[in-house]
């Protein structure tokens, strides 16, 4: 019997893996569930897996989630703030942390699972994103294991030999690491009617259910650059070793290119459930439930080259990626204050881009050591985005 925390509970992968879960009662009990602003949601999830604890990290909620816990009949303690969030995230009690907070936010409370040598199931980019040189060395030296959750980056983990050495493609035979997009929703429209796309248009992802944060982000293509950064950090390999490859079906979920010729790709069905089951009970395969491909059915693989003019954000992730840690720590930053402005309808679809560009270079470089000058980095560069948002909606 595995204990599991689930961080961001009420998002799309925390439903996802109480489903899992819930799918195999002999197996895993959930120790807490956290989450913002879902109060009720969080509660109701809390009476159907039964967990010891819930976690709001918004604590000016803390009134809404008694009445809530009352009217579901819910016995779990209610915690508050983010000291609850590395709590549940790392009590001796804990096997097993999904890391799914989306945002800067869930990193402290990741790294905490990480500093207890959990068995950390990452689906929260940002925390490779932000602090990976870092993060990496806090596993190695808690012996933490990490597991991606992302799609892409589990496909890789799946297609790499079960004999990689962190970093070592060459030992391995591998010639490069292929990170395949859909290209989100806007893949065939016109650029030049990129100003007037809507919040609504960018949320409608032709293949995934997402939360809208990320919808957006998928439709800019940052998403897929966010995945670039993290697989360089999470695989140990050079930007020039990544290669984004455009597969609109979302069918092949990233692939391994070997010297020999060969490419070893994992498919299935875009559902998430599948990349939390492996996570959860690697190296063994439990039930997810997601149906199994049914190749009769599928239309035709196609793949194309990521157009720079197209996706600014991906070519901005990659210049990121090859500048270093401090770059990519306040391209995030960046991101999502534009994100987020946008989504509001104080800034266009193609301000997003804009805002990124300009904040990263009113930022001067500098080396990353501690989690406190990455957070230092975080801060100053939500305030330069902030102000190019006023700029452009004043």
């Given at each position: ?90 009590d001796s009690a804990v096997d097993i942390v999904m890391a799914a907070i989306v945002g800067a936010a869930g990193l402290l ?286």
């Amino acid at each position: 019997m595995q204990t599991v925390t689930i961080l961001g509970a009420s998002g799309s992968i925390g439903c996802n893996t109480l489903d899992v879960i819930a799918r195999h009662p002999d197996r895993y009990r959930v120790f807490a569930i956290t989450g913002c602003r879902r109060v009720e949601r969080l509660m109701q999830q809390a009476k159907a897996c039964a967990a010891r604890y819930v976690v709001i990290a918004d604590e000016t909620l803390y009134e809404d989630a008694k009445h809530f816990a009352k009217q579901y009949g819910v016995e779990a303690e209610i915690l508050m703030g983010e000291d609850a969030l590395s709590f549940v995230a790392s009590d001796s009690a804990v096997d097993i942390v999904m890391a799914a907070i989306v945002g800067a936010a869930g990193l402290l409370p990741t790294l905490a699972a990480v500093k207890s040598g959990k068995r950390v199931l990452l689906a929260n980019k940002e925390a490779l994103v932000m602090s990976g040189e870092l993060f990496i060395q806090a596993a190695n030296q808690y012996g933490a294991t990490l597991l991606p959750i992302d799609s892409e980056h589990n496909a890789i983990f799946q297609s790499l030999p079960q004999t990689f050495q962190y970093g070592d493609l060459q030992g391995s035979g591998i010639s490069k690491i292929l990170l395949t997009g859909s290209g989100g929703p806007f893949l065939t429209r016109a650029i030049d009617s990129f100003n007037t796309i809507t919040p609504d248009e960018a949320c409608a992802h032709p293949n995934w259910d997402m939360g809208r944060k990320i919808s957006v982000d998928s439709a800019t293509m940052m998403n897929k650059g966010l995945e670039f950064i993290e697989a360089h950090w999470l695989f140990g390999v050079a930007a020039s070793d990544i290669q984004v490859v455009l597969h609109p079906q979302s069918t092949i979920h990233s692939m391994v290119q070997y010297v020999d010729g060969s490419v070893i790709a994992q498919l299935g069905n875009p559902d998430m459930r599948t990349p939390i089951a492996h996570g959860l009970a690697y190296p063994e395969r439990i039930v997810s439930g997601v149906s199994a491909l049914d190749f009769s059915q599928l239309a035709a693989f196609t793949f194309a080259q990521a157009c720079p003019e197209r996706y600014p954000n991906l070519a901005l992730a990659i210049s990121a990626c090859e500048s270093g840690q401090a770059a990519t720590t306040q391209l995030n930053a960046a991101n999502e204050v534009a994100v987020d402005a946008f989504l509001s309808g104080a800034i266009r679809f193609t301000d997003i881009a804009s805002v990124n560009a300009e904040s990263l270079q009113q930022l001067e470089p500098t080396s990353v050591s501690s989690i406190q000058q990455v957070l230092d980095i975080d801060t100053a560069a939500r305030a330069a985005a902030q102000q190019h948002v006023q700029r452009l909606t004043a």
